[in-house]
């Protein structure tokens, strides 16, 4: 695994969760330094699987396992299933999905993720896409700001904020951190760190798409499972993701309606292998800060009925 890209979190409860089979055909949807996939393939030991990893980072190739069994894909992984038919599978055993942005990237100045640098304000997790931060910030309305500082970053003022980002952007646009950062800081509540990394968690999960694309990868997830046999992993970081996956475990729908059938019974896709979220222990959370807001939700997909 690079040395840059972030330690896997609750790594071996996920492979364990897997429930790896011979024959089996699994995805690491977020394959980044291939920490997790390194695992997978190395408790899988002779067995004949097939691991895919997803990527929409094109860097990430560069650490791409050298196994026959794995096969890397540069994509987004809200089109998972496109690409999966591209190489003959339609159906697969196992889905991890570890979410967020990676060390690797925060770490990287020109890739605008961290409030730690000054460069151009850009947050794409892959660069092929069209927006970027500063579209955002330099055209979205005030109502707009307000509603994705405060759903997607959980800013107190969002509302004070956002308006104060047009005004500044009236007299000049916002091109930059230290920009941004300029109208950021006189607004701050709380610790700055924290406050800085919400705005810029809001402006990411708005740049990427994240909500849309995990909605999309959830729904594909279900469709793709082997009933009885297929095994859902994520780890989120983030309530709005930790909620998503919770209900699509529950009820199969991004909303968590419950549909039920003619005669009134309850058409559950899931077995829930986590009746609550299970999160690292302490001594890995003392290893690996970046574990300290995980949350790890696991289903096994069932048979419709």
């Given at each position: ?8 979190v ?57 196994d ?43 890739r ?11 947050m ?26 405060g759903?997607y ?6 509302r004070?904020?956002a ?5 500044a952007?009236?007299r ?12 950021c ?10 406050y ?29 499972l ?8 994520v ?35 899931y ?32 048979l419709?009925?």
């Amino acid at each position: 695994m690079a040395d840059d890209y972030h330690v896997p979190v609750l790594a071996h409860e996920c492979v364990r969760y897997l429930n790896l089979r011979p024959g089996g055909v699994y995805v690491d949807v977020t394959f980044g330094g291939g920490g997790h996939s390194r695992l997978i393939l190395e408790a899988a030991g002779d067995m004949d699987i097939r691991l895919f990893g997803f990527d929409q980072d094109e860097e990430a190739r560069a650490n791409a396992l050298p196994d026959e069994r794995f096969t890397f894909v540069a994509a987004n992984f809200r089109h998972l299933s496109n690409y999966l038919r591209l190489h003959g599978v339609t159906q697969i055993d196992g889905l991890l999905a570890d979410l967020g942005v990676s060390s690797h990237q925060f770490n990287q100045a020109d890739r605008g993720f961290s409030y730690r640098f000054d460069a151009e304000l850009d947050m794409r997790m892959g660069k092929a896409a069209d927006r970027t931060a500063a579209d955002i910030v330099n055209n979205y309305e005030a109502d707009d700001l307000q509603k994705v500082l405060g759903e997607y970053g959980e800013v107190r003022n969002a509302r004070t904020l956002a308006h104060a980002i047009v005004e500044a952007r009236a007299r000049q646009p916002i091109v930059t951190i230290q920009d941004l950062l300029n109208v950021c800081d006189p607004l701050v509540r709380g610790t700055r760190p924290r406050y800085l990394a919400q705005v810029f968690q809001a402006l990411r999960i708005e740049v990427n798409d994240e909500i849309g694309a995990l909605t999309d990868l959830l729904a594909q997830a279900t469709d793709l499972l082997i009933p009885n046999k297929g095994r859902l992993v994520v780890i989120s970081y983030h309530s709005l993701e930790d909620r998503l996956t919770k209900n699509f475990l529950k009820t199969g729908n991004a909303e968590g309606v419950v549909n039920k059938d003619f005669y009134g019974k309850i058409d559950r896709p899931y077995k829930v292998l986590t009746k609550k979220p299970e999160l690292p222990a302490a001594e890995e959370i003392q290893r690996n800060s970046r574990a300290r807001s995980a949350k790890l939700r696991v289903g096994e997909r069932i048979l419709d009925s």
